[in-house]
């Protein structure tokens, strides 16, 4: 079998698909506390706990509905962000003129609260969710196996990010977003209702957010820490990005997980912190992100 460094070449490419897998998943979630701190300024610590409810409302409408996963795949994002939109209106909004630490304090414990209902109902041990079976199987390509979910799952989250980025980047309702973060006064003098605008953008990071569960229910089982596990890589890959940078969160979410792929091949001890140790070596040399702007 032919070797890449004295590594067999189906188990290099084998961890480079799950380095891709883990970083669609960093860039959907990064992409969505980009566009809450970008546009709202608030640091979203419950981001996590909605990426696990996308799971769960994904697990509810198969076991308690009978709806699978294609209808999952979009109702659960509607659901979870019309819970965000609520949770927006009610507290988060009263925040917006105070520190960032207000913010964070808020959605950690709004977190932990989430969590621990779910861990209450459901435990600990995880339940299974199904792939699709128009997904089951796989390709057999010359140097690996493409399980056809897998696949899946990273074309999906590729469309998801480029569509969101060209929405806020070339649009005219991205247009209106951005401004009203930097003028809110003079947007809303314009007939734009801005609060609405802040509202539907927090729901909407929500929502993709959620559409993360539902991509991760049938690779990893639906169990209320599966937040708790990816939310402060996630939160770290926004870091090496660049706070509120759309384009840097969806790249570095793919490059890190590719990153953490070879790391598994080559150091397989290091393949948990890496990520981390890349995070402070970014902060030394520029600690407004890769894409970031100092302020």
């Known amino acids: 079998m ?25 860039a959907i979630l990064s992409l969505g506390l980009a566009i809450i701190f970008g546009l709202l300024n608030i640091i979203n610590f ?7 409810m996308g799971a769960f409302v994904a697990w509810m409408l198969l076991n308690y509905a009978g709806l699978g996963y294609w209808w999952a795949l979009i109702l659960a994002p509607v659901i979870v962000g019309v819970f965000g939109v609520v949770l927006e209106r ?32 459901y435990g600990v041990s995880g339940l299974p969710y199904a792939i699709p079976p128009e997904m089951a199987g796989g390709q057999r390509l010359p140097f690996m ?43 809303q003098a314009f007939g734009v209702n801005v609060p609405l605008l802040l509202t539907l953008t927090y729901g909407f990071g929500v929502a993709l957010a959620a559409f993360a569960g539902v991509l991760a229910a049938p690779v990893y089982s639906v169990n209320p820490n599966m937040g708790a596990d990816i939310i402060i890589v996630v939160f770290a890959v926004v870091v090496i990005g660049g706070m509120g940078s759309i ?3 969806i790249i570095t979410g793919f490059a890190l997980g590719l990153v953490e792929g070879l790391t598994k091949v080559f150091y397989p001890e290091a393949s948990s912190t890496v990520i981390f140790v890349i995070m402070v070596l970014v902060l030394l040399v520029k600690p407004a992100g890769l894409f970031g702007r100092a302020a």
């Open 90 to 121: 009610l507290l988060i909004a009263r925040l917006y003129k105070l520190d960032h630490l207000y913010g964070l304090l808020l959605t950690f414990g709004l977190a932990l609260i989430i969590q621990g209902l779910f861990r209450n109902q």
């Open 46 to 52: 419950t981001h996590g706990a909605q990426y696990m």
């Open 247 to 249: 384009l840097g969160s």
């Open 2 to 26: 032919p070797t890449i460094l004295g590594v067999p070449m189906q188990a290099l490419f084998g961890q480079l698909l799950l380095g891709l897998i883990n970083g669609s998943f960093y």
């Open 145 to 187: 196996f493409l399980p056809n979910y897998r696949g899946w799952v990273v074309v999906a989250s590729l469309v998801v990010c480029i569509a969101t980025w060209l929405v806020i980047e070339k649009t005219k309702l991205g247009a209106y977003l951005r401004a009203a973060t930097e003028n809110p006064t003079l947007v």
